[in-house]
T-cell receptor, first 113, second 115 residues
Framework: NAGVTQTPKFRILKIGQSMTLQCTQDMNHNYMYWYRQDPGMGLKLIYYSVGAGITDKGEVPNGYNVSRSTTEDFPLRLELAAPSQTSVYFC????????????FGPGTRLTVT | AQSVAQPEDQVNVAEGNPLTVKCTYS??????LFWYVQYPNRGLQFLLK??????LVKGSYGFEAEFNKSQTSFHLKKPSALVSDSALYFC?????????????FGSGTRLSIRP
């Protein structure tokens, strides 16, 4: 199993550009999460999904969108990039209700200039 | 509101000495508590959890954590530190009654083990 994979590893965007951060897991996990990690701030939940076709907002959803058309994939979309979105983005998954240990991807480091 | 605090940004320990990384929490109901470790340029890895039962829980890489309900703490410990333990450590608490098993992370503590 590859676990949770994320692409790209690094990206530099100009203000106003758009991009999609990809997240795929091959563990047949139902629940998936997107976090951003800012220095000294821990991880903040952006969006999460409890299954294909079901998504919901986390703590900091503004400026982002998600979709979950399959169990495996949970892409995060930035429509109009802003410098405040410079961060490291992590995707995570767990099997489902009653599971607690989250499996994390390696992260995507995004810089918006 | 649920929260978790890690009062130390950095902890420095000599190799072979015991280490403690502190965590306190605030949550309604029974807490579900976790420790994760992050090595440079990597995602977080699960270390251990407390759900119920024995207050001393053991996890990966020789780490353990002690749940103290009266002090609302969940400190991470290891009897003898290794240089390879140097990393960023996060304490986390599950959001009570969350149907999506959401968790809240602390701000992290950087552990540095000197040879």
């Amino acid at each position: 199993n590859a676990g949770v994979t994320q692409t790209p590893k690094f990206r530099i965007l100009k203000i106003g550009q758009s991009m999609t951060l990809q997240c795929t897991q091959d563990m047949n996990h139902n629940y998936m999460y997107w976090y951003r990690q800012d220095p000294g701030m821990g991880l903040k939940l952006i969006y999460y999904s409890v299954g294909a076709g079901i998504t919901d907002k986390g703590e900091v959803p503004n400026g982002y969108n998600v979709s979950r058309s399959t169990t495996e994939d949970f892409p995060l979309r930035l429509e109009l990039a802003a410098p405040s979105q410079t961060s490291v983005y992590f995707c995570a998954s767990i099997p489902g209700q009653g599971s607690y240990e989250q499996y994390f991807g390696p992260g995507t480091r995004l810089t918006v200039t | 509101a649920q929260s978790v605090a890690q009062p130390e940004d950095q902890v420095n320990v000599a190799e072979g000495n015991p280490l403690t990384v502190k965590c306190t929490y605030s949550v309604s109901g029974n807490p579900y508590l976790f420790w994760y470790v992050q090595y440079p340029n990597r995602g977080l890895q699960f270390l251990l959890k407390y759900i119920t039962g024995d207050n001393l829980v053991k996890g990966s890489y020789g780490f353990e954590a002690e749940f103290n309900k009266s002090q609302t703490s969940f400190h991470l410990k290891k009897p003898s530190a290794l240089v390879s333990d140097s990393a960023l450590y996060f304490c986390a608490v599950r959001v009570p009654y969350s149907s999506a098993s959401k968790i809240i992370f602390g701000s992290g503590t950087r552990l540095s083990i000197r040879p």
